[in-house]
């Protein structure tokens, strides 16, 4: 192992070079090191005509990450598993067709990892089949600049299965917390693990050489070899990072909360303020049963723990994220995919393999465009493209999905209290629309495999029947004509219409606890 300079780095990448990353959006983001390799293309023009892949976003839509790579001729081709983190200049490459574009299952590229490290003929799975990721639609490719089929429709034992082939890895890009003189890498604030192990592997499976971003170098013999995450047999290069650009997340510098090392008060939590978003995770929260393995996906759905922290039954709830976090209390906004007092932090691959297995009871995700066959979109919007993430394995198998989301958007406005919403101003943008612009999840497929499906909205509940969806319930204080129909580009069946709890448009609730006590008995 040698310990060398940012821009040394990026003078070791060769011309046409195919290079993986690891990181999710800024947590584990090797940043030090790409700003190196920008520096040396703008003052060398080379590397040129690099392909990068990443198993999820690489950046934080500003500074970093793969802002560093949107200059022309530096790039030719970015597979990544979402792109809403990229920042910019690269989804205006991609959006404008600069640039050959591809996303993927995030837990499809974190599994392909480890087929090219153990010299795998390639993946094989059925996560994607009836998405934009299966090939009969559009095979994962972002804009018409992309023409090679990356992913292939192939039958198996009477089956069908998508097949990525393994790509070849010249450059792995990595990041830890500690080196040591012979390259042993811990990942002991990094709040999680991923696939840096695997990535290492990847590349030195093809002969490639790895690069890893540490925050110091430690004498060698100095770590304890169970935290040693990644052997120093297959680092060749280190880089000392510094502070700015070795953020433990998008919002945070360093919060040893963040990585296990202290346990918090969950009464510390600041609680959700009284308006839409809180209604939501409110009655999101009712569809959680108790001890069920449940996943957290971003926005909304990271607001479910704080409900629950405010009902005084977080100790009820067994959540999980897909960045390999279990237990605790999952976090929100710039810090999501982490949590506070986590029970386990496993490699993300090796989290993807439950998810996929179908060991996940419920889940609980974003919504932003669903159709009248229960189709959801989240990884496309008028053209521009934003990824699936995780989205499209883990509503692949899990038992139950909860999508979540306000019922319009672009500037909803409304007032929530004394048990009931007004809306001051309605969205200008449907969701509940005719056909989604890209299917990232088929409900007419999960119908058919009996899957349950809840759409939880501020206003509306539906539930999805194999006929299409089926309006359940309607809040407090809403006209189902003016306020629900009226904003839907189709009619959904209707044939015991509820009305929501009113205590979850009241500051106090209380429900939950009764709720939960009710399952105990």
Request: include cysteine; charge should be negative; hydrophobic fraction near 40%.
């Amino acid at each position: 192992m040698k310990v060398i300079t940012a821009d040394e780095a990026g003078a070791l990448i060769a011309d046409d070079a195919t290079i993986f990353l690891g990181g999710l959006a800024v947590t584990s983001l090797p940043e030090e090191v790409l700003q190196g390799v920008e520096r040396t293309f703008l003052n060398t023009g080379h590397p040129r005509n690099l392909t990068t892949w990443a198993c999820g976003a690489v950046g934080n839509s500003g500074e970093a990450g793969m802002k560093h790579f949107a200059h022309a001729g530096m790039i030719k081709r970015v597979i990544a598993g979402h792109f809403g983190q990229t920042g910019k200049e690269m989804m205006k490459m991609v959006f404008d067709g600069e640039v050959e574009a591809y996303n993927f299952p995030q837990g499809s590229l974190s599994h392909l990892t480890r087929q090219i490290a153990n010299r795998s003929p390639g993946l094989l799975t059925q996560v994607g089949l009836g998405t934009f990721v299966d090939p009969r639609l559009e095979g994962g490719k972002m804009n018409s600049r992309s023409t090679e089929d990356l992913v292939k429709l192939v039958e198996f034992e009477g089956q069908e299965w998508l097949y990525y082939a393994p790509p070849k890895i010249d450059v792995a890009i990595i990041r830890g917390t500690l080196a040591d003189e012979r390259g042993n890498i811990t990942l002991d604030k990094e709040g999680m693990l991923l696939e840096q192990l695997s990535i290492a592997q990847a590349a030195k499976r093809w002969g490639g050489i790895v690069i890893c971003q540490v925050e110091a170098v430690v004498r060698a013999g100095s770590l304890h070899p169970k935290a040693v995450k990644v052997p120093g047999l297959l680092v060749d290069y280190v880089v000392i990072g510094k502070p700015e650009n070795h953020m433990q997340s998008i919002a945070t510098q360093f919060n040893p909360a963040l990585c296990g090392d202290i346990k918090v008060p969950t009464g510390s939590l600041v609680p959700m303020p009284l308006d839409e978003r809180k209604v939501i995770a409110r009655r999101a929260a009712m569809e959680v049963t108790p001890g069920a393995i449940t996943n957290l996906g971003i926005g909304i759905p990271a607001g479910i723990p704080t409900v629950a922290a405010e009902e005084g039954v977080s100790d009820l709830l067994t959540l999980s994220i897909e960045s390999g976090v279990n237990g605790g209390i999952p976090a929100q906004l710039g810090d999501f995919g982490l949590a506070y007092n986590a029970e386990s932090i496993i490699e993300q691959s090796s989290q993807f393999d439950f998810y996929d297995g179908g060991g996940l009871d419920a889940s609980f995700l974003g919504l932003a465009q669903t159709d009248v066959h229960g189709n959801v979109n989240v990884s496309k919007f008028n053209g521009r493209p934003v990824g699936c993430g995780g989205f499209v394995n883990i509503t692949r198998s899990t038992k139950k999905l909860v999508f979540c989301g306000s019922f319009t958007a672009g500037g909803l406005d409304v007032t929530v209290g004394d048990g009931k919403l007004t809306i001051v101003k309605e969205g200008k943008a449907r969701k509940f629309i005719e056909q989604v612009e890209q299917i990232t999840f088929n409900g007419h497929d999960a119908a058919l495999r009996e899957q349950q499906v809840v759409f939880i909205t501020e206003r509306a509940v539906f539930r999805l029947r194999e006929e299409g969806l089926e309006l359940t319930e309607i809040a407090p204080g809403v006209d189902l004509e003016r306020d629900v129909l009226a904003h839907m580009a189709f009619k959904p069946i209707i044939k015991d219409l509820k009305t929501m709890d009113p205590g979850i448009f009241s500051e106090r609730w209380g429900g939950l606890h009764r709720l939960f006590a009710n399952h105990a008995r």
